[in-house]
């Protein structure tokens, strides 16, 4: 099966964006919604019910995402970092998934074995920016590399399995 979407999306800032957490958090008074599009291509299928596959292109693109900052603020007439959430610039996000399957049944009297795998490569980076110094740089909390892989086994009604995550190094604001 060969599948396809292209979609607009909308995020309108939400309560959680305009509310500080921390005393060394500041809001942008000029933060604004965030627009842009989503495109996906791929193809899934199933071969002989032993092994099910997706893969799949996506790519993102924003304009105007919320995120956090670091910006010079001045409080009581002294130059103070803050962490600034609000309008970081238009960043694209795209990249590659793929999904495999395996399903082993009724080996040796009942027992199934099954096990997936489900890994992402995704780029990310900020395209334009008033901060010249975010242009360029990646896309906070988008790791390189997102690998999930499982196993399990199951014999009459026990099962038991296991799961491994990893991810690759990650930022946690548009400074990096």
Do not use: C, W
């Amino acid at each position: 099966e060969l599948y396809s979407n292209l979609s607009q999306n909308y995020r309108s800032v939400t309560f959680a964006d305009i509310t500080i957490t921390s005393p060394t958090f500041v809001i942008d008074p000029n933060i604004s919604d965030e627009s842009g599009y989503s495109y996906d291509l791929g193809v899934r299928g199933i071969i002989s019910d032993l092994l099910s596959f997706d893969i799949n292109y996506f790519g993102l693109s924003y304009n105007n995402r919320i995120g956090l900052s670091l910006k010079d603020v001045t409080l009581n007439n002294l130059p103070v970092i803050k962490t600034q959430k609000g309008n970081i610039g238009d960043a694209f996000i795209y990249g590659t998934e793929i999904l495999t399957e395996l399903k082993v049944k009724n080996i040796f009297s009942q027992v199934n074995i099954e096990a997936f795998v489900n890994y992402a490569f995704t780029k990310s980076e900020y395209l334009q920016s008033e901060s010249k110094s975010i242009i360029g740089n990646l896309v906070e909390f988008v790791p390189l590399h997102n690998l999930k892989t499982g196993l399990s086994m199951s014999y009459k009604k026990v099962t038991s399995g296991v799961q491994l995550t990893y991810l690759s190094e990650q930022f946690t604001d548009a400074t990096n």
